[in-house]
């Protein structure tokens, strides 16, 4: 018979298989669990494939889209040529008769009447238009020139008219740049030049634009390869005198202004230069017409980055104007930017408060740059509508308060009374100025030194060597106390003896009291 085991033993058997079940267990347990996020792992990267593939597709279809696109705009482009080329051939032929009819009227005008007033006063619209389209008619550039920048204040007019009136040119491209190229791109006036003509540069460039439109195809602009040419040597030469000009920052915001619509206008912009095109823009930031200039100068995909330069520059208003050009008001919220620009305006003014420099008129200088900023702000918010976002109410009670601020009077400089003048001098004169052959600054002359004398009081001539001088006038003569005496100023009563320059010493160590046109006759 075998033996019966031990009961202990059996216990001691059990222990360890119970432990190795619940290793088993929790090694399943582990084994389910890294299999369930294995599994998730790889059914993420086939979603995440799947994504990526449709992504390329929908690209890929939407570049095909493009491409056609592009291909059926350029066959749509080559089939208007021969259209848009007869319709400048005969726009062409109605400007030519259209300038002969005109030159005829005014040789008819001027034999009917001699000498015709050609510049005469322009005082309404009519006479606006006739005046300009007669330049454009006779390829007048030099004389259109002269008429605009003349008429600064009709520049509404201008604007209005302009267009129509450069449709008469023969070549309005070419009539353009010989009409700018008195200031641009170098201003030929040298040192004599006046006012900064910018305004008219922009103004003529902005209007031949719609000059240049293809009537056929609006997107195209009707160019010639000679006019283009001659832009792109005027550009260069601009580019050149910004160079000789120190850089950006040394060059006028309305020059600038005028190369950037230069450019556009001529449709000669180089992606090579497009950096120089946003250091311009940023530069001149302020300007309203920036932001459109940006985009079209294809600076698009940089207007995030620019319009986070201009914030960290402080001019958070220019960055509101931007964000609304190109459509990023959601990256960039107006209303925070505006309340930043009137927090740095407040510290700006409070700094003017603390400067010793502007004592006495310290309040009144920093209530005119919060005044500038409030002002800005209010306009912003009404030209674009945040008046739920950001109420004016508040800002335009400031401005009131800030409007009643008025500069210091300054206090008038009292002059004291002669303290060389004593009482106890019988004649009533002044005294002698105390070290008066110390002056470093005295008079010099040619003639030989002249004899020194010394004056009496007792008696107002020189001795008898020398020719008494003219009885002085009346008012010298009699001197009442309360005139020689007074401890205020003396009236000025003498205005027809002019006194002598102040480095000229005094007569013989004298006080000032003969007139100075005795002095030749001194010498002779």
């Not at 006063?121 to 005046?131: P, R, W």
């Not at 160079?243 to 000669?268: A, C, S, Y």
């Amino acid at each position: 018979m075998g033996s019966i085991p031990d009961p202990g033993e059996l216990s001691e058997l059990t222990q360890p298989s119970f432990d190795d079940f619940q290793r088993q267990t929790s090694l399943m347990t582990s084994c389910t669990l890294l299999w369930k996020e294995l599994s998730d792992h790889f059914s993420s990267l086939e979603q995440h494939l799947l994504h990526k593939s449709e992504a390329l597709n929908r690209k890929i279809r939407s570049l095909d889209n493009q491409t056609n696109e592009s291909l059926n705009l350029l066959r749509h482009r080559e089939s208007t040529l021969d259209d848009a080329l007869q319709i400048a051939l005969r726009d062409i032929d109605n400007r030519t008769e259209a300038a002969l009819a005109a030159l005829s009227r005014v040789q008819a005008d001027d034999v009917a009447d001699g000498d015709g007033d050609g510049d005469g006063e322009v005082d309404n619209g009519d006479g606006l238009m006739m005046k300009l389209k007669s330049f454009c008619l006779n390829m007048d550039s030099l004389g259109f020139w002269g008429f605009v920048i003349g008429k600064k204040k009709e520049l509404e007019g201008l604007r209005a008219e302009m267009p129509d009136a450069l449709g008469e040119c023969i070549d309005p491209a070419k009539f353009v740049l010989e009409a700018i190229s008195e200031v641009f791109p170098v201003d030929k006036r040298g040192d004599k030049g006046g006012n900064d003509l910018g305004w008219a540069c922009v103004l003529v460039l902005e209007s031949l634009v719609p000059v240049m439109v293809d009537p056929v195809l609006k997107s195209r602009m009707l160019v010639t390869p000679s006019v283009k040419e001659l832009a792109k040597d005027v550009a260069e030469k601009w580019k050149v005198s910004l160079e000789e000009r120190g850089g950006v920052e040394n060059v006028k915001t309305p020059d600038v202004h005028t190369f950037l619509q230069h450019l556009v206008t001529f449709g000669i912009v180089d992606s090579d230069d497009l950096q120089l095109y946003r250091k311009l823009v940023i530069a001149s930031a302020w300007r309203k017409h920036m932001p459109k200039l940006a985009l079209s100068l294809g600076l698009s995909n940089q207007m995030p980055d620019m319009i986070e330069e201009l914030i960290s520059k402080g001019q958070q208003l220019d960055a509101v104007h931007f964000t609304f050009e190109v459509g990023l008001v959601d990256k960039f919220p107006p209303v925070p930017l505006l309340k930043s620009f009137l927090k740095d305006a407040k510290k700006v003014a409070t700094s003017i408060l603390e400067d010793p420099n502007n004592a006495g008129r310290a309040a009144y200088l920093a209530a005119r740059k919060e005044q500038s900023a409030l002002k800005s702000v209010i306009k912003c918010i009404e030209e674009y509508n945040l008046e739920a976002e950001f109420p004016p109410e508040n800002l335009k009670k400031r401005l009131e308060q800030l409007e009643k601020v008025k500069p210091e009077k300054r206090k008038q400089i009292v002059v004291p009374a002669n303290k060389r003048t004593r009482a106890s001098n019988s004649n009533g004169g002044p005294m002698p100025p105390a070290k008066a052959g110390r002056l470093t600054n005295a008079y010099v002359s040619s003639f030989p030194a002249a004899p020194t004398f010394v004056r009496s009081p007792s008696h107002g001539q020189y001795p008898a060597a020398l020719p008494p001088y003219p009885s002085p006038p009346h008012m010298y003569g009699s001197r009442s106390p309360s005139y020689a005496y007074s401890p205020e100023p003396a009236p000025a009563i003498a205005a027809s003896y002019p006194a002598p320059p102040m480095n000229y010493p005094a007569y013989g160590s004298y006080g000032n009291v003969m007139a100075p046109t005795y002095q030749q006759a001194y010498y002779r």
